[in-house]
């Protein structure tokens, strides 16, 4: 492993809920496994008026997020990592003087003998970040003369290409791309990561991820919860914005990329770029029509109880055309998938929490066993992401007796079988990684573009097109009922259960 260099951490925007929720529970699991350097403080900075002791108090010995964890460890060890977090108030607004932020990061440093090494999370909404960039800039607080110094910024990057770009020129103004980290917590998921391993480093499969051996690719990412409290957020944002943009196009980067020269962050970012810079991007209207699906939950009984439709929701808007579903059908310009359909969709309101990737080979050309049911049950690899995270192989096996009857088995693996091995949570990873620069999981300024220049041309058409549509579905079932009509042929969705094999196969118990 890395070392990890001695540094800082300051957290803008500590005293919200990221913080609490994932930021600290993950330094809390590093520090408890030894991954944290030995000389190493987190400063918390916001508007809030805390001190040290209750922004500890807050975030460590009275969080909800800890209580689990801390139950388990000794008042010294917990005390030790509580003794690495420090606050600074900024007083009224982000937009100010950070001479005083400066002293303090200065006067900890020497305390603690961190180096000058610092990352800067900006864990606030986007509308700050240049904000903060330019503030820390000017108190000279950018500068790598004495140890490197690090952004960490979260989505949503950019609501447009127009306004990603902006953005991008808007940081790169105070801090240089490599310095820029960009996080998108689903490629922190070891089962996101191992789609690299699956295909590079198994010759079982990466003669046949291509056009000629693969149907098509179908991706899922599904939600059983609606909006929450987010109405207000998800309504200026959508599904598509929300998940598709990002975290599904991220996906769809590692199934698409060809092999990169070596394991190198910018050797795998580079052919990332490529990735999505191959999807055909689609303008032409009736293209955009039959393509893409748009929905919203509508008011329903689940499991007994009645939940409200997208539109009753806190904070939305009554009259709302903003999807909760999104599924697109699009093709890839590249020699490997030329033909080849890929399928994605994002939704809320599902009958279950679940995010894969399916790919479903073609079937033997010559079919001899064809009335024996083999038909349309193709081979498929299944990558799941969460949960029951796994991989799974389906494929025929003969049922005993007489004949060729064909019925499918399945082949699967799965993480929590690993019972010695401790699984990284996804920020873990991710400030693990930033901590020692390495920048394979996070986004690069070009990548953010490409995926907006593909993204933008689907969200004009559904705000400005002629014949868009706004489907509405039933809270708890998948989609609307026009959902298979994206298939070619008779295909259709496959609806994954809430376990990775969801259907046994066929076995013979005695």
Known sequence: MKKTENQMLVIFGASGDLTARKLIPALFNLYVANHLPKNFVVLGVSRSE?????????????SDYLKEKTKKLGKDEIKGFADKLFYEDLGNSYDTDYKSLRKRVEELKTAHETSGNIIYYLSTPPTLYETVAHNLADAG????????????????FGYSLETAKKL???????????????????????????????????????????????EHVEITNAESVGVEKRGGYYDKSGALRDMFQNHLLQIVSLVVMEPPIGAEAEEIRNEKVKALKSLRVMTDEKVLFENTIRAQYVESVVNGEKVKGYREEDGVDPNSTTETYAAIKFYVDNWRWHGVPFYVRTAKRMPTKATEVVIHFKEPHHQIFNEQGMHRKDNKLIIRIQPDEGILIKFGVKVPGQGFRVERANLDFYYSSLAETYVMEAYERLLLDAMQ????????????????????????????????????????????????????GKGFWRNPGENLADDPGYCVIC
Request: net charge negative; hydrophobic share 35%.
């Open 437 to 488: 620069g390495d920048a394979t999981l996070y986004a690069r300024a070009d990548e953010v573009e490409a995926a907006w220049e593909f993204v933008d041309p689907i969200l004009n058409y559904w705000q400005n097109g002629k014949d868009v549509r706004m489907y509405g579905y039933a809270a708890g079932v998948w989609g609307p009922e026009n959902a298979d009509d994206l298939f070619d």
């Open 50 to 62: 805390l001190t040290d002791k209750t922004f500890r108090d807050r975030v460590v010995y009275e």
């Open 141 to 156: 607080m950018n500068t790598q003369k004495n140890g490197w110094k690090r952004l960490i910024v979260e989505k949503p």
């Open 168 to 214: 991008n020129k808007g940081l790169h103004q105070y801090f240089t791309e490599p310095q820029i980290y960009r996080i998108d917590h689903y490629l922190g998921k070891e089962t996101v990561q191992n789609l690299l391993v699956t295909r590079f480093a198994n010759s079982i499969f990466e003669p046949l991820w291509n056009r000629n051996y693969i």
